[in-house]
């Protein structure tokens, strides 16, 4: 089984600062691309940023300059620094990878989702 967790959500007041992280376990071969997507009520998921395997990445022209995705291909690990945080920041954050596990090809991977909210 492959499985990804994210943590780090919270309340945080606009204008600070959230970190989150994301971790995938289980019987994986490699890790392709990694994302971070959010929710927001009554709106569709959209993607906030991407890296790639080799750490190029890809943003949201709303988070810009605010946020930085980072991935670790060793620990299998991924991790949001969210800046300047706005209230229209405030969604459930998920993990999302393209992973080969030991078993099969490459699947789609998602993690629970964790609450960001910013306060005003």
């Known amino acids: 089984q492959v499985q990804l967790v994210e943590s780090g959500g919270g309340l945080v007041q606009a204008g600070g600062p959230l970190r989150l992280s994301c971790a995938a376990s289980g019987m994986i071969f490699r890790i392709n691309a990694m994302a971070w997507y959010r929710q927001a009520p009554g709106k569709q998921r959209e993607l906030v940023a991407s890296i790639t395997s080799g750490s190029s990445t890809n943003y949201a022209d709303s988070v810009k300059g605010r946020f930085t995705i980072s991935r670790d291909n060793a620990k299998n690990t991924m991790t949001l620094q969210m800046n300047s945080l706005k209230p229209e920041d405030t969604a459930v954050y998920y993990c999302?990878?393209?992973?080969?596990?030991?078993?099969?090809?490459?699947?789609?991977?998602w993690g629970q989702g964790t609450q960001v909210t910013v306060s005003s």
């Open positions: 999302n990878a393209d992973i080969v596990p030991t078993w099969s090809i490459a699947y789609n991977f």
